[in-house]
């Protein structure tokens, strides 16, 4: 059915891909792989791999997608964290935000969201990020001043 030679190459250097998601398939919920995957077709859900992702032109990804190393010419709807390497082709468009180690973008390549890049950037969140806490202004009682009430947007008078 398929021979191995005919497998395309997800970047230079890499292995081929072991699992392929065809233009004409759409899968749904999460898809985890150990290996190499190639996206030509739809994806909605979860994607993850331990390894490489390639993200064909015509591919629709609406999921969270994380990976070793990547390279999207297609759409993304959702984050994206790589741990090492992410090559944006001129066709990528990325609506979310993107996380990788090292981050290549072509010129004509698209993402709506945040961007963090650096040895840091690639490793998973080991826990979420806490907004910092305000004390509340404590409230003054009525009558206890001397002073007259303040208007205006600074205190001041007009």
């Known amino acids: 059915m398929f021979q191995k030679n005919t497998m395309p190459i997800l970047r230079e250097g890499a292995q081929e891909a072991e699992t392929v998601i065809a233009a004409s398939v759409k899968v749904e919920g999460d898809f985890a792989s150990q290996g190499n995957v190639l996206i030509e077709g739809a994806v909605e859900g979860k994607l993850s791999t331990a390894k490489d992702l390639r993200v064909g032109e015509r591919a629709h990804i ?22 090492e390497k992410l ?20 010129a004509g390549a698209v993402i709506n969201g945040r961007v963090a890049m650096g040895p840091e950037a690639g490793e998973p969140t080991k826990r979420p990020v806490q907004a910092p806490k305000f004390d509340a202004p404590k409230a003054e009682s009525a009558g206890a001043s001397n002073e007259e009430p303040k208007s205006g947007v600074f205190g001041g008078q007009h």
């Open 62 to 83: 609406a999921a969270d997608v994380s990976a070793t190393n990547a390279v999207v010419a297609g759409e993304i709807r959702g984050n994206l964290v790589v741990s």
């Open 87 to 106: 090559d944006l082709e001129p066709t990528a468009r990325i609506m979310g935000d993107v996380r990788a180690k090292i981050l290549t973008v072509a």
